[in-house]
């Protein structure tokens, strides 16, 4: 990464109590601070990351991108003064774009973008080094922290594209510069900010078209929208699907994990539910497009195991919980209850977080989740947030599969309802119900 003198001079920013230092990354929370990073002091709409310079540098940063100087602690060295602190993050993202000589590839979707990013690396990383971009750093602000702690050296770097209103994807785009970029599916997320799946496929696709010329596009054609789109367009395009595609995967199994046989491979994977074929196949055709031979594509993706908290299968006092609880929206709750109703011979239970930021469509999907999980035959089921409980005691309030329980009750009365019952409960709910927190209590 830049020196901090070299970030002064990107930034025309004034560099003070200046000291020899060479960061290997920049970041925005304190608590994650290392020693040697350069810690960028953003203001948020409940913090000030300028609140935390002490922490920071205690932890041992190395210096610090900062908008004001009232209240700068004595530990502080290498602060670079600037007007935006999120604008100079941006900006030296930017910079350090023009820096990196690895092949770029983006990915976007309403569902299944970690996962395929966590996949195509790990098929990458046997043979070449890679840089897979962070936790789920995928917006304004986390897009340009993982750039610039992609090393000039990486062979590879994969990164992943959000958006929860239009007109967010397209200056990620343009500060990422993708050589190739994969969307997963369009389907019903952010719908408070969209309106309508149109308007979502609209934001996805402009991914694709801010690539280069010589830039290739991956797109999977079991999400309609996604098909309509890939015939229209005229740039590179690589498609993938289960009945149409130039890579085209058939589903040979579903358990212990996802079995796919196409033309060439015989993909043994441990993912669990159809709706993860798409994301098998985008990176398979994206790491073939990069080179890694057939037999290493199946002799890796053997090993994968999915990202925490995504589909993961892990033991339970009363049997399995199927561990869906990083986030929610429509289309992956409904996916995963067809996942929970293919469980052989097993009891199947059911909690159901609430799917936030669905605006006008909020009562309606909810209601949907409610009558397909009743319609599969799952019992008992467990609602959380004021949706879910709500939509369920209006609507279902005659269904005895339906418990509703206080929050705080829950892990002793699901342990109970369940014991001895061989049972597979799925949780899945949006990410700020911090679900992985009640699958813990749950487990422990």
Known sequence: MFSPAECARILGG??????KARPARVIHDSRLVEPGDLFVALKGARTDGHAFLEEAFTRGASGAIVSRLNAIPKNAYNLIVVDDTLTAL????????????????????????????????????????????????????GIPIALLSMPKSA???????????????????RLLQPDIAIITMVGQGHLAGFGSVEAVAREKWSLIAALPEDGIAIVNLDSAPLAQRASAWEGRIITVGTTEGDIQGRVASAFPGLLLETDRLR?????LGEHNVGNILTAVACALQLGISEETIEDRI????????????????????????YNANPDSTAAA??????????????VFGEMLELGEDSIRCHREILELALELGISPIY???DLPVRTAKE???????????????LPVRILADLSGSDAVLLVKGSHALRLDQLVDEIIY
Not at 14 to 19: A, D, K, S, T
Not at 267 to 271: C, I, K
């Open 267 to 271: 993909l043994e994977t441990r993912l």
């Open 337 to 350: 209850l067809r996942t929970l109703a293919e469980f052989p011979g097993k009891r199947k239970a059911f």
């Open 14 to 19: 004034r560099l003070l109590r200046e000291r």
């Open 395 to 409: 609507a279902f309030h005659k269904a005895n599969e339906i418990r509703i329980i206080p929050r705080e009750a």
């Open 155 to 173: 062979k590879f770097g994969i990164f992943e594209l959000g958006a929860s209103a239009p007109g967010e994807i397209l200056p990620l785009a």
């Open 302 to 325: 053997r090993m994968f195991t999915p990202p925490p908290h995504r589909l993961n299968l892990v033991s339970a006092p009363f049997g399995w919980i199927l561990d869906d609880s």
């Open 383 to 385: 609602p959380i947030g």
């Open 90 to 141: 941006q900006r030296l993202a930017a910079a350090w774009r023009e820096e990196v000589t690895g092949t770029i590839v983006g990915i976007t979707g309403t569902c299944g973008k970690t996962t395929t990013k966590a996949l195509l690396g790990h098929l990458l990383a046997g043979e070449h080094e890679v840089f897979v971009a962070p936790h789920s750093y995928n917006t304004a602000i």
